[in-house]
């Protein structure tokens, strides 16, 4: 009887861990990728060779919002836009990473200074 009593409190505690909204929560709010491209039509990746065109793409799913975009290049210099930009519901934006830095690029995303997404992608030797 303990055995089953000690499994059944397992089994809620998985269920209840489960079901519990994630700390990002927010997050799901927006779609952050970086594409080895410009266009709409480019894919998420994490690997972009050195001479391609990169973007950081942004989307909004829920609100008009201002974020912000940061890039960590592998000599760990950082940049960011300067100002806020308006991303509308629903619409897909690009800003253009110009780096033929081989190594890791490290891209966030912040919406009213919170960090909303992390995108990793490495550009090879």
Known sequence: ???????????????????AVPASAEAAAYRHYVGCGLS????????????SKKGAFFRSLRAEVLYKLCV???????ICTKKPEKAER??????????????????????????????????PR
């Open 1 to 19: 009887m303990k055995g089953l009593t000690t499994l059944t409190t397992l089994l809620l505690a998985i269920s209840l861990a489960a079901s």
């Open 40 to 51: 709409q039509n480019a894919k998420p990746s994490h690997k972009c060779p050195k001479r």
């Open 72 to 78: 960590r290049f592998p000599t760990r210099k950082v």
């Open 90 to 123: 629903g619409t897909l934006y690009v800003n253009k990473i110009t780096s033929n830095i081989p190594g890791k690029h490290r891209v966030s995303w912040f919406v009213k200074g919170k960090r909303v997404g992390v995108f990793v992608f490495r550009v």
